[in-house]
């Protein structure tokens, strides 16, 4: 039988021997995810993150295995919440369902209880065994319409019961109004038939807690179960998918309808556009007037403002390869966006023609050239020309949009705002460098270095910044 993890010899397996080692590969990686989260679950319930120096069990995860903190933070949770519920997490261990599965159950139980924050906890771990027999049964988006499915009856649900309970205390307050008036012209308590029709068949503990709560909403109008996503597959287009209520969602079609208009031709023929077509074009002209709302308004306003980075060298290179030979698929590639990954030399310089154009030029070793001054706030420009260089958290990875700019020499004691003491880390990571003795240097290559405290290090070797580590991917 073919081993586990020796790849050289794969194409001389047999079919029956391909299909066996994949099953087998498949089992392997389900055990796996299993354990992985019985162990975060541990690593989290223990604390462990402290004693490696973060703050919390995502930043710790996020730093070790080169995912996103928001992925990190989601999975820890997915972890815990796996510990309510065993038998997910055991199904998953046998290979009944995959990954896959688990994030839909997950996503689910949090749709249904958000839809219904009543619910009780038997009911919705009889919910999630519905979705566990529907994954074992099929695809992870049956799961996910099931989940629906009984969000939108659980939201009924609720709603029909606060109804129920608010038409019952219109009545109550009706009887003890009209009691009230009688015993006024009797000059005598309320009749003991009226006070016994108030009593019966009330189950007013119920409805007062349901009566307590904000009225529930209808799923169609509930902002709590808003989800938008983006996908970057790997042609370099982005996948939008999204679910809204019907304020958001008319929000979104009043803004497109006068943007997204049929626009016939100068010569009188129909606008050969889709209304798909029309109403991508149109989000991406809401956006650039998004974009140039905070500027003064008046002719020859840019509409966006674009960072294009580019070696000395490579402004000497045609169109196609960078001057080292690099394609637009290489990882050494000069022209990017800041979320979206690499882009053509000609869609750059598109871009540059009708944007705030921030020309950033590196030397050999993609340092940026120095552009600082001696005032206590990176500017713009210095911000921009230290992303260049770091790209990101040089701790954590933390994308570079949601970092700030730090002296390693602090202002205060001297530090200048050159690029020489300026690197980009997050908050997180920020305090920590602060208040918990991580240090920074630079190295022989111009690019910083992150310096563990002796209680993580006692050695204090330098850890190279995050975008330069060569680590495998999580």
């Known amino acids: 039988m ?18 066996t080692a994949l099953a087998e590969v498949v089992d392997v990686q389900n055990q796996a995810a299993a354990d992985k989260y019985a162990l975060l679950a541990q690593f989290a319930r223990r604390g462990l993150n402290l004693k490696a120096g973060h703050s919390s069990s995502s930043h710790y995860l996020a730093a070790g295995t080169r995912v996103t903190l928001a992925n990190a933070g989601r999975q820890i949770d997915t972890a815990a919440w796996l510990t309510q519920h065993p038998t997910v997490l055991e199904s998953l261990s046998n290979s009944d369902i995959h990954d896959a599965h688990v994030k839909e159950i997950y996503d689910g139980h ?30 992870a988006g049956q799961v996910k319409q099931q989940a629906q499915t009984l969000g939108q009856a659980a939201a009924a649900d609720v709603r029909a019961r606060y109804e129920q309970a608010l038409r019952k205390q219109q009545e109550r307050e009706r009887v003890q109004r009209e009691a009230a008036e009688r015993a006024a012209k009797k000059r005598a308590k309320p009749e003991p038939d009226a006070e016994r029709h108030l009593d019966e068949d009330d189950d007013g503990d119920d409805d007062d807690e349901l009566l307590n ?19 970057l597959q790997s042609n370099g287009r982005t996948t939008i998918r999204g679910d809204v209520d019907a304020v958001l969602a008319e929000k979104l079609r009043a803004s497109l309808s006068p943007l997204s208009a049929p626009q016939p031709a100068p010569d009188g023929s129909r606008d050969p556009r889709s209304a798909s077509n029309r109403r991508a074009d149109a989000l991406s002209l809401l956006l650039d007037q998004r974009a140039g709302a905070g500027r003064a308004a008046g002719p020859g306003t840019a509409p966006s403002t674009v960072n294009v980075t580019v070696n000395l060298r490579d402004l000497l290179a045609d169109g196609t390869r960078a001057a080292d030979g690099s394609a637009i ?6 022209f990017h966006l800041a979320w979206t990954g690499p882009i053509s030399h000609s869609l750059a310089r598109l871009l540059s023609c009708d944007a705030e154009l ?33 790209k990101c958290c040089i701790r954590c990875g933390m994308p570079a949009q949601w970092c700030q700019v730090h002296h390693i020499v ?3 004691v001297g530090g200048p705002t050159d690029l020489t003491n ?43 910044s995050f975008h330069r ?5 999580a």
């Open 2 to 19: 073919h081993k586990l993890g020796d790849l050289n010899g794969v194409d001389a397996l047999s079919d029956i021997e391909v299909a």
């Open 110 to 139: 949090h749709h249904i209880r958000t839809a219904d924050p009543t619910l009780t906890v038997e009911r919705l771990s009889a919910a999630v065994a519905r979705l566990l027999a529907t994954a074992v049964d099929g695809t």
């Open 213 to 231: 709560r904000p009225p529930p909403q209808p799923v169609s109008e509930n902002s709590a179960l808003n989800l938008l996503d983006l996908y």
């Open 329 to 334: 698929g290489d990882p050494d590639w000069p």
């Open 358 to 390: 921030n020309p950033i030029v590196l030397d050999n070793n993609n340092v940026p050239l120095s552009m600082g001054n001696r005032v206590r706030l990176a500017t713009p420009e210095q911000r921009a020309a230290v992303t260049v260089r770091d």
């Open 410 to 412: 602090f202002w205060e």
């Open 422 to 464: 300026l690197v980009l880390l997050c908050g997180e990571c920020h305090r920590l460098v602060h208040n918990h003795d991580w240090g920074i240097d630079f190295g022989d290559d111009g690019h910083p270095r992150v310096i563990p405290p002796t209680t993580i290090d006692p050695e204090r070797k330098p850890i190279p």
């Open 469 to 473: 580590q060569r680590r495998p991917a």
